[in-house]
Every structure is written in structure tokens, then in C-alpha cells.
């Protein structure tokens, strides 16, 4: 295999194979995925050769981990047995389709206890994309400093809920600011999709470049 490109913030490489004939896995949709899915861990746990196991999705967007310094959190949470050995693994669903991508476990013994983390496949087909595209994976900066909204926050501002991302600090000639938005702004929603909290908002913001950010609607409680 030939190294195509690698971005350490996702822990994700991008490589190449001679050879023809090759059959491809069909890419789903990760955002699609809820709760409770089906899913399947491929990999090759202790050496011991390619293994399968089953559970489901345990939760969504778990991030905050500190599995990757300074990285892109966003993993699927999954109860499938993953062990040493199954990263870079493919998580399939049901219907074989490739939904994630096997990357740690959580776990006080080195060995699996049901917590096992994939970076979803939409993040993971960005960051190839990006890669074949240009070698290298760019990034939107909006200068902005965020954090989440808490309970108490959410009471004051008189939210429904203590959901979306709090602007605390503009920097001054930047992309946020010539958009109009002001410390204390709440970000609930970007290009049409909610914002559960700071990290989220990072993540979707920063997976385009600063040139398209103009093309993105941001919605904001004031």
C-alpha cells in the first residue's frame, strides 16, 4: 500500500493498492444512524485473524474523550466486542454498508468492556475527499471562542434547553464578525442542522474552508 495522505486531528489515512478487481463497500450514511442500530465490528483482535462481532449503537457524537490530542471527536459509541487489533476495522450496519470506521475502546483492563468508539464515515469520507482532492485536509476558521450551553446558561438566556454554543469571544476582522454575529450569541443550528453543544459546532463549522463559509446558514439566539 502507498500512503496517499493522513490527517492526525481524525486519525484517518489515506492509502492505495495496485491491483484490479477489487470489490467495494457501500457507503451509508453515519448521521442517519440512531441508538439502538445493528452494527457489526470487523478486524483482527490480538492477531488472532479477521474477526466479526455484533452489538449496537450505544450513543452518538461522544466527544470530549481525549482519545485524539486536540483532534476531531465525533465518535459512534458502540458495545461490539473491540479490542486491540480491530482499529482501522470497518462498523458496518445490517445491510453491510460501511458506517464507521474502528478506532479505541475505552477500558481499564487493556481488553474489551463493551465501550468501543468508530469515527463516523461521514467525517472519515470528508477527510478522504479532502485528501485526494488537495493531499492534505483544510479547514474553515470562523474566530470565533465557543462553549457549551450549561443548565444555568440556558435559564438566563431563556432557552428551552441547554443545547447549542455559546459565542464568548468575536475576534475582530473575522469571518464571524463580518457575518454578524456578537458575543453572547447562541448557535442552535448550523446548515440546517441543530447544535447540541460547542464541540458539535467545531466539528460541523470547521469541516469546510473559509472561502464556502459564506454559503452556510447559521441560525443564533441573541
Do not use: C
Amino acid at each position: 500500500a502507498r500512503l496517499i495522505g493522513k490527517d492526525s486531528k481524525t486519525d484517518i489515512a489515506l492509502l492505495k493498492i495496485d491491483g484490479v478487481d477489487f470489490q467495494n463497500i457501500e457507503l451509508g450514511n453515519s448521521d442517519e444512524l440512531e441508538v439502538g442500530d445493528l452494527v457489526l465490528a470487523v478486524g483482527n483482535p490480538f492477531g488472532v485473524g479477521q474477526t466479526v462481532t455484533m452489538g449496537i449503537v450505544s450513543a452518538k457524537s461522544r466527544g470530549g474523550m481525549h482519545i485524539l490530542d486536540g483532534g476531531y471527536e465525533d465518535f459512534i459509541q458502540t458495545d461490539a466486542a473491540i479490542n486491540p487489533g480491530n482499529s482501522g476495522g470497518a462498523l458496518i450496519d445490517g445491510l453491510g454498508r460501511l458506517v464507521g470506521i474502528n478506532t479505541a475502546i475505552l477500558s481499564r483492563t487493556g481488553g474489551n468492556q463493551g465501550i468501543g468508539f468508530a469515527v463516523p464515515i461521514n467525517l472519515a469520507r470528508n477527510v478522504m475527499e479532502s485528501l485526494v482532492r488537495d493531499g492534505k485536509v483544510a479547514r474553515g476558521y470562523l474566530g470565533v471562542v465557543i462553549q457549551n450551553v450549561t443548565p444555568d446558561l440556558a435559564k438566563e438566556f431563556n432557552l428551552k434547553g441547554a443545547a447549542g454554543a455559546l459565542i464568548s469571544d468575536v475576534a475582530s476582522k473575522g469571518p464571524a464578525e463580518k457575518a454578524g454575529l456578537k458575543d453572547g450569541d447562541i448557535v442552535t443550528d448550523y446548515n440546517g442542522k441543530p447544535v447540541k453543544d460547542a464541540q458539535q459546532f467545531r466539528l460541523r463549522s470547521e469541516e469546510h474552508t473559509s472561502e464556502l463559509q459564506s454559503q452556510f446558514r447559521i441560525s443564533y439566539a441573541v
